[in-house]
């Protein structure tokens, strides 16, 4: 290398960039040469590109600071960097915002943004939301990996209630921990489908007896079954609650509410059939305990908590309000309408069955969504019109509203089959690193590649699994700074 000649070129170049609006430079971005232009560049003058207008004064030094190799004869600067993504990047000097190309990972493009040192309040609003979206998804990624770690793991500094109440919590909130977790989840389930089936047959008169007052009440075979059932509800609730590690969200939570509501009904009937006599009358207690006693349906939405199905459905219908709100907009004015035109065209008739407006609601109601009971119908020719046209158009609005919702749910389940894969496949990644590791040098060596933080105790799981460098790479699961290079991309 001639240096004398290189560092002749770079005093050259350095006299050149006094006035920077008139410098031409040549980037290669991973093979792709671009000419910027010095008052192209000035407009951003914080930017990696801009600094390079006036690095050739500073030396070889503050050249290679910003760029991965330089050549002085050609004055061209070479990054080995992703230049689809600095297709893009470059964008802010010419139209003062940047959009993301379409197949580019949102999380490597915002690492390219800020290799590029190009501010991401230049993202246009549209590629911000995938940005958001991705950051999200790996941050479920994280938080799912994270809890697998932990139950990997075992502190030596917890005592010997911390380690058994962390095992009741895998017990009882983990069916795929162990085979008996599993057992207990399949136990469950089939006890809250026995209640529920005991809870509708108990109402069927050939099954029930006369008490000595001579009311029909539940077999007596049927009761001892939902004292069994609500006996198991009761001792799961309380195993639960005993070993959450955070017992005001566990309390607050809303499937927790749900199990409270399914067995308390139970316990007030109970209560108040021993010792409500003496505070009001029999035929008080009776009535309020057959109110309490219907509350015993919301044991059914119990199987939510065993079904990932209807957690998905319940997940879509709550990101579908908008939706559900225009479908009950639409059938609201429908009704209102067509319920006024109803009342107004069988007032001719003299056996007309819309005798008011109000009470045409049903008919509207009914008809609209197709259900036509029969016991309110027009009679008149217009009348017969008028509900064809709202049965039309009742088809159609239902209709409409549809398609969103079933996207919403096919969207979210497939969301939680990816993030579930994708979890199980960095433990499988973080696993075999470690082997590798173990493999190839000491036991000391592992433990270097995981250092012991001051103040802080590393885990029994970091001495066997090391961080993952995957193309599912998470930085939520370290304090340290990981780089990735352009070959590398998220999935």
């Known amino acids: 290398m001639n240096v004398a000649g290189d560092s ?14 008139d410098i031409e430079i040549v980037v290669n971005v991973g093979g792709v040469r671009q000419v910027l232009y010095g008052d192209l560049l000035s ?8 600094e390079l207008i006036n690095c050739l004064a500073g030396g070889y030094d503050t050249i290679f600071s910003l760029c991965d190799d330089y050549d002085p004869g050609k004055r061209e600067f ?8 600095f297709k893009c990047v470059i964008e802010v000097y010419y139209f003062g915002e940047v959009h993301m190309k379409k197949g580019i990972c949102p999380i490597c493009f915002k690492n ?29 990624i994280a938080r799912r990996v994270q809890l697998i770690l932990d139950d990997l793991g075992v502190d030596a500094s917890e005592n010997r209630w911390k380690r058994c109440q962390k095992c009741i919590w895998k017990f009882m909130e983990k069916p795929e921990s162990s085979c008996p977790a599993r057992i207990v989840a399949i136990l469950s389930f089939l006890l809250i489908l026995i209640s529920s089936v005991v809870m509708c047959m108990g109402t069927i008169p050939e099954l029930q007896i006369l008490d000595d007052e001579g009311n029909h009440v539940e077999h007596p075979t049927l009761d001892n079954i939902e004292t069994a059932c609500i006996g198991w509800f009761t001792l799961e609730y309380v195993l639960r609650l005993i070993s959450s590690p955070n017992k005001l969200h566990f309390a607050l939570s809303f499937m927790n509410i749900i199990d409270v509501l399914a067995i308390l009904p139970f316990y007030v009937s109970l209560t108040l059939t021993h010792f409500g006599a003496r505070m009001m009358e029999l035929t008080n207690v009776q009535q309020a305990v057959q109110a309490l006693r219907i509350m015993r349906i919301a044991r059914i939405f119990k199987l939510a908590r065993h079904s990932s199905g209807l957690q998905t459905l319940t997940y879509a219908l709550k990101r579908s309000f908008k939706e559900l709100g225009l479908l009950l907009m639409y059938l609201a004015v429908g009704i209102f309408v067509f319920s006024a035109l109803g009342y107004t065209m069988e007032q001719s008739h003299p056996e007309t069955l819309f005798k008011s407006i109000p009470q045409s609601f049903w008919w509207a109601i009914i008809t ?10 027009p009679k008149t020719t217009l009348g017969k019109l008028n509900a064809a046209i709202s049965f039309l158009c009742g088809v159609i609005a239902i209709a409409l509203p549809i398609h969103p919702i079933i996207n919403n749910f096919v969207r979210y389940y497939n969301k939680q089959r990816v993030l579930e894969t994708a979890a199980k496949h960095e433990l499988e990644l973080m696993e075999l690193n470690s082997s590798e590791g173990r493999a190839g040098g000491s036991r000391g060596d592992l433990d270097n590649l995981q250092p012991q933080q001051e103040g802080k105790e590393v885990p029994l799981w970091s001495s066997r699994l090391k961080i993952s460098h995957s193309d599912t790479f998470i930085p939520l699961l370290s304090d340290e700074k990981h780089y990735r290079t352009r070959l590398q991309s998220c999935k």
């Open 368 to 377: 609209m969504t197709t259900v036509g009971y029969g016991d309110i119908y």
């Open 112 to 140: 390219e943004m800020e290799f590029w040192k190009v501010d991401l309040k230049f993202l246009d609003d549209c590629c911000k939301s995938h940005l958001s979206e991705k950051r999200e998804e790996l941050e479920e």
């Open 8 to 21: 002749s070129l770079l005093e050259l170049d350095s006299n050149r960039s006094e006035n920077t609006e």
């Open 43 to 50: 407009q951003y003058p914080e930017t990696r590109l801009a």
């Open 78 to 85: 070479y990054f080995d960097r992703d230049p689809d993504a």
